[in-house]
Every structure is written in C-alpha cells, then in structure tokens.
C-alpha cells in the first residue's frame, strides 16, 4: 500500500441492505409518531415528542453505522465512543426537530423549504461527526468539490422527507400502503444522504498507529446486535401508536355513543313534549275512573244494610285504574330517563301494544283507525324496550302527521313478522305518501317534510335500530300511502333462558 494513494475499499451488500431497512423502518416509525404528537395535548404530547426523539434518533444514528460497518477498508477499523455518542445526541436534536416541525398545524414551502436547510445541516453534520469517530492507520480527506453537492443533495432529501412526514402523519384509517410508500421514499433519502457523504470522502494510508484510547472495535456480530436491537426500538415505537391509536378510538366510539344517547333522550323529550295532552288525557282516564269508583263504594257502604258485594268491586276496580295509571307514568319516565341502554329480551308485539296504549288519545282526536297484525308465536328481539319505544313512537306518529291533511279515511296498520332469523315491524298509514326526493333524504339528520319538525327523528330512529343489528326502511305502500319498516334479529328465548 503507498502513501498518498487513495485505499480500496468496499461494501457488505447485506448491511448495506439491512442500512436501508433501517431507514425505512425508522421513516414508517416517524410518520406515525408525528401523527400521535399531532394529536396529543399537554403532557402527552411532550411525552410523545420525547419518545419519537430518542426512537427516531437511534434509527437514524444506528442506519448510518450500519451503513459505516458495511463500509470496508484493507486494515483494521475502530470507533471513539465518545464521538459515537457525541452522533447520537446530533441524531436525536435532527429527529425532535423534525418531528416538532411536521406535527405543527400547517407547514408551508416556505418554512419546510428553510426547515430542510436547518435539518439537512444537522444530517450533515450527524454524518461527518460519526466520521470523525473512526480510527485506524490513515487518514480521510474530505474533498469540498463532492462535499457541497452532497450536502445540497441532503437538503434536498430533507425537503421531500419533511413534506412527507407532514403529508402522510394522519393517515385515513385503511390508507397503510399510501405510509409505506411515504417510508419508503425517505427511507431512501436518508441512505441517499449517508452513501453521498461517503462519496466525498477519500481514505489515505498513514504510516503511524492510531491513537486508541476511548476506542472500540465492532465485529460483525456486533454490527448486527445494534440492528437488531434498532428494529426492535423502532418496532416498540410503531407498536405503542397503534395501540394509543386503539385507545383513541376507543374513546372516540364511547364519546359517540354517549352522544347518542344523549340525542336520542332529547329526541324522546321532544317527543312526549309534543304528546303532552295525549298523556294527560291517558292518566285522566284511570285517576277519573278511581274517583268515581271510590265515591260509590262509599255510598254502597253507607247504606243500609251495606252493599258490600258492590263496595268491594268498587274498590277492585279503583286497584285496578291504580295500576293502570301507575304504568303509564312508569312508561312515561321510563322514556324521560337518560340512561345508558340495556339489552334484553324484548316481545315486539308487546312493544306495539304498549305505544298503542300511550298514543290512543291522540289516534282519536286524529280520527285515525288503528288495525294490528300481529305475527303469531313469539317475536322477541334481544334490545332495549325504550329505545325501541321511542321508534315505534316516532313512526306512529309521523304517520298521524302525515294523515292529518288528508280527507280520505284515516288508517293506520302496524304488523309484525317472523321471517326467518328476523322480526319485522311495519307502520304502514294512508297519507299521501313520500315523493321519490324525500324518500331519498328523510332519514338524513335534520331533513324534514313537516314545517316546525327538526328533522332528527327518524335519524335517530335508523341509529337506534342499527344499532341492534337491524335495518330501518321506507317504501310507497300499495294503498299509495307510506310504509316504515324495521326489522331486527330475532332472539331464541329457549336458548337464551336456558343459558341464563
């Protein structure tokens, strides 16, 4: 080997190859982590900055010496550690500042394009320090003329990786490959920065020992327990995103659904608000019938001798038109509550009845005529009564609405089906019906056919009724009216009381 001639050197094509596996499994890994910094507030987001920092920075720092393992002189190679570590830190600062700058609201050309100078600096400057750890029996030579280029190549490269990493960090759900693609193009700027850099280098023999203090060699087992243990950070970093995505998501479905329940209360509300009289006049029934009940059995006890016979039917009968009454306001508030559903084995018949009972005022002063078909056996749904209730409230009353304008006879017929697995329930009225339009949009929140409607009950109904695995339909029934349909999964009570 002479002096000042430059020394041969070559690469390890399979760390060469594991280099660029790093750098883009620690591209996919910044992605994600600028996606949960994004989103996070607070100490959560410093947290997640933190760990992004220190996963990133291993990532980038440990592509780079995987990259200088592959990289072979003819004579033995060691590293200054402290310089290593002195790379890391470097590493770390480029990778907070990188994910500080794609988590931000926007991010203009204008400050990534100033942000990828500051970042392509700082990889630069990663690069030349781990360079400046080696230590072996020459010298390198930095040669500017290729120096400049690569380090405008890595601004470059900073440039793409940025927008990137901004473009793709909140990714739709479903969208991973669209990630991988974006990993993978800065996977290769990355490498593409470190194999430039070592172009602009060139290795010349020296005659004297190297200083080897503070030094350590690397053997190729070596080499690969650092990637190793790299793979393994960067995959416990996109390991705990997807998990704190999960979690998010979790939330974000309970929040909904209490929001749910709280829309649909407030639709029940309404609801009964608009039935006040109706509700009135069905509690007037039985309060009047106990009081004349009562006011007999005392007349029949005062006589003599007492009509004992007739003072006690009297009196069952005022028991009777107790409990009676004692129901309808149980339903009443049962609707009013605001709590979270409880599933369980519902007859749907029995749910028609039980709305039936609490509109009937209503049906008369509509001039309606009611006509039940109901399904014969059973019809249970696993569900809850109130929720369902409120659906079947909702339709019947829309149907008298959509009556009230007409002069041809006032019908309405409510049937219930077993087909199959399935209960099917029908409101069907002798209205004028839905246009093709309105059929279109009436189950879309706040559309509406009426003039002081808000339009969100029968969207809330859908939701109810999907909500139970089912499916809430319209048609034009043959009669040129309207049909609501809704039909549920059936429930086996047999196995289901044997089970309990």
């Not at 200083?211 to 960067?234: C, E, N, P």
């Amino acid at each position: 080997m002479q002096a000042n001639l430059p020394m041969t050197s070559s690469y390890d094509a399979l760390q060469v190859a594991l280099s660029v596996v790093i750098a883009v499994s620690a591209s996919y890994a910044a992605l994600d982590l600028a996606g949960r910094v994004t989103v996070a507030r607070g100490r959560l987001q410093l947290i997640w900055l933190l760990g992004g920092t220190i996963s990133l920075g291993i990532g980038i720092w440990a592509m780079h010496y995987t990259g200088m393992f592959a990289f072979r002189l003819p004579m033995a190679v060691s590293y200054h550690w402290p310089t290593v570590l002195l790379s890391l830190l470097v590493g770390m600062l480029c990778s907070a500042y990188a994910l500080m700058l794609v988590s931000r609201r926007r991010m203009g050309r204008i400050y990534a394009l100033l942000g990828s100078i500051v970042l392509g600096i700082g990889m630069a400057g990663l690069h030349h320090t781990g360079m400046r750890a080696l230590r072996f029996s020459g010298v390198s030579h930095f040669n500017m003329h290729r120096m400049i280029p690569s380090v405008l190549l890595t601004i470059g490269f900073s440039f793409a990786a940025l927008w990137l990493g901004f473009l793709f960090r909140d990714e739709p759900k479903g969208m991973v490959w669209r990630k991988l693609g974006g990993a993978a193009v800065m996977g290769a700027a990355i490498t593409g920065m470190h194999y430039t850099g070592m172009k602009a280098v060139t290795f010349l023999p020296f005659p004297s020992s190297p200083v080897l203090s503070h030094t350590i060699s690397v053997s190729s087992f070596g080499a690969l327990g650092i990637s190793t243990v790299t793979l393994l950070v960067l995959g416990l970093a996109v390991l705990s995103c997807e998990v704190d995505r999960r979690f998010e998501e979790r939330k974000l479905e309970l929040a909904l659904s209490q929001a749910q329940v709280e829309v649909a209360h407030l639709g029940r509300v309404g609801m009964l608000g608009e039935l006040a009289a109706s509700i009135a006049h069905e509690v007037n029934q039985p309060l009047s019938a106990i009081t004349l009940n009562a006011s007999a059995s005392l007349q029949w006890l005062s006589m003599e001798p007492p009509k004992l016979v007739e003072a006690r039917q009297a009196l069952s009968n005022v028991l009777r038109e107790a409990n009676r009454a004692s129901e309808i306001i149980a339903r009443i508030r049962a609707m009013l509550k605001k709590v979270t559903p409880e599933r369980a084995l519902v007859d749907a018949n029995e749910v028609v009845g039980q709305v039936l009972s609490l509109v009937a005022s209503e049906l008369t002063k509509a001039g309606v005529t009611v006509k039940t078909e109901f399904a014969p056996g059973t019809t249970y749904v696993r569900g809850d009564r109130v929720q369902l209730q409120q659906v079947l409230l909702n339709l019947v009353v829309n149907a008298i609405e959509a009556m009230s304008g007409t002069n041809a006879p006032r019908d309405l017929l409510i049937k219930t089906e077993n087909i199959g697995d399935r209960v099917v329930v029908q409101v069907e009225d002798s209205g004028p019906g839905l246009d093709a339009i309105q059929a279109k949009h009436v189950f879309e929140p706040f559309y509406t056919t009426k003039s002081k409607g808000l339009g969100m009950g029968l969207s809330i109904s859908r939701s109810i009724v999907e909500n139970h695995g089912g499916h809430l339909s319209t048609r034009r029934s043959p009669s040129h009216g309207t049909i609501f349909e809704f039909t549920l999964p059936a429930a086996n009570v047999l196995d289901e009381k044997a089970a309990s």
